[in-house]
């Protein structure tokens, strides 16, 4: 048989595995290749975090299955977060589910919520799961724009107008991966009501809270009255407590849809580790120096890397919030193209990016660089990029 499964025929070739492939490729043969492609931290979550883990573990009742919806008290601690945090009340037991990371959280929605057919507004570019969670259950994605701006509404509004069928969803996600845009306390409140309006569910992606570098913190849409109604959030301990290969996540908000999710999730997975789970309880109720020692981590490696990299030749815009500067092509070498501007980079300055198509067609004409590697590093790709640019043209600026 050589017919192509109908989920399958549904997704394009993944954007990001034939640049994967070059730097794997481009290590084996010696190359020392700095990865600023992948947003996967570089450092580790707080001893006392590791402790929990290693105390639990050695329980000789702590490795049968877990609990599908998370352990109770990893949903009270997440409650709790968003009452110290946002002033948000939330009940543990109903509007609270622990997923395996943000990203299986939105998937297993999609699948919940979604009929083949389905109209789903996401934005463009976006984190991949935010439109392929829904392809894969057989929606159709409208475009909107990412930037949470007046056109935002002027396109949601014509989506909505001028789509068959209507649109169930709207997908958002501030502060923004790839783009670092961010959003403000009445964009949440405008989004709310459009959705009461037009009568749809909102999905909002939360996972980048606690990074940003001016003085007012990240607001949560939850914190509009009424928000409860319509909307579900997605956050995660991954970036904030340096912690992404651990798997835990949350959706918080709409009863409906978080028992939609519950139910789903019961039939597909037992939790994740009971000693992960109560490590995680130990970060969200534990000492939080982490939170602004890494807020600080990233708002450095963010200015060296805007530094550097403006002194080499490559302008790139300093993002308020999240792990990511997302770089438009120097204007000479647009014409390449994200994909091969990228290719180049793994050749020619041992830098490896993320492509911006990767996160839609939006995205052609910039790439995004994760804040990843540590400053000595950044400094390094960026004398390495220099020499690149000078070969391809572009030159550095006059030094003052």
């Not at 999609?110 to 057919?117: F, K, L, N, S, V």
């Not at 002194?311 to 792990?323: K, L, Q, T, Y």
């Amino acid at each position: 048989m050589t017919e192509e499964f109908y989920r399958i025929k549904r997704l394009p070739p993944y954007v990001f595995a034939e640049v994967n492939a070059m730097k794997a490729r481009a290590r084996a043969a010696g190359e020392d290749i700095i990865d600023l492609g992948m947003g996967n931290p570089d450092g580790a979550p707080p001893p006392h975090v590791i402790e929990k883990l290693v105390e639990v573990a050695r329980k000789p009742d702590a490795h049968g299955y877990s609990a599908s919806k998370g352990i109770k008290g990893l949903r009270k601690a997440q409650a709790a977060y968003y009452a110290r945090r946002f002033g948000v009340d939330v009940d543990p037991e109903s509007e609270v589910v622990v997923t395996l990371g943000s990203k299986e959280g939105l998937a297993n929605l999609a699948q919940a919520i979604t009929a083949p057919g389905d109209v789903v507004l996401a934005p463009n570019p976006s984190y991949p799961i935010h439109t392929f969670g829904f392809i894969i259950a057989g929606a159709a994605i409208r475009s909107i724009p990412a930037t949470p701006g007046p056109d935002f509404f002027r396109r949601l509004e014509h989506a909505v107008a001028y789509t068959v069928p209507k649109p169930s969803v709207l997908v958002i996600g501030y502060p923004s991966n790839p783009t670092a845009y961010v959003a403000d306390y009445a964009f949440y409140e405008q989004v709310v009501a459009f959705a009461k309006e037009h009568k749809l569910w909102v999905l909002s992606d939360l996972a980048y809270a606690e990074i940003y570098f001016g003085k007012t913190p990240t607001p949560s849409i939850l914190q509009v009255p009424g928000a409860k109604d319509v909307a579900i959030e997605f956050t995660s301990v991954s970036k904030t407590y340096s912690m992404a290969g651990w798997r835990i996540g949350f959706a918080v908000g709409n009863r409906t849809l978080v028992d939609a999710l519950t139910r789903v999730k019961s039939y597909l997975d037992y939790g994740a580790f009971t000693p992960i789970q109560a490590a995680a309880v130990a970060a969200i109720n534990g000492p939080q120096d982490i939170v602004e020692q890494n807020r600080q981590l990233y708002k450095r490696r963010r200015d060296v890397m805007v530094d550097s990299f403006g002194r080499a030749g490559w302008d790139i815009p300093s993002p308020e919030a999240s792990m990511f500067c997302w770089a438009p092509i120097p204007p000479a070498l647009k014409h390449l193209g994200s994909m091969e501007f990228a290719k180049q980079l793994i050749q020619h300055a041992n830098v490896a990016v993320a492509p911006g198509t990767g996160f839609g067609e939006e995205g052609e004409g910039y790439v995004r660089l994760a804040l990843v590697e540590n400053e000595h590093r950044i400094r390094q790709a960026a004398r390495n990029l220099k020499r690149y640019l000078q070969s391809m043209g572009v030159n550095a600026p006059a030094a003052a």
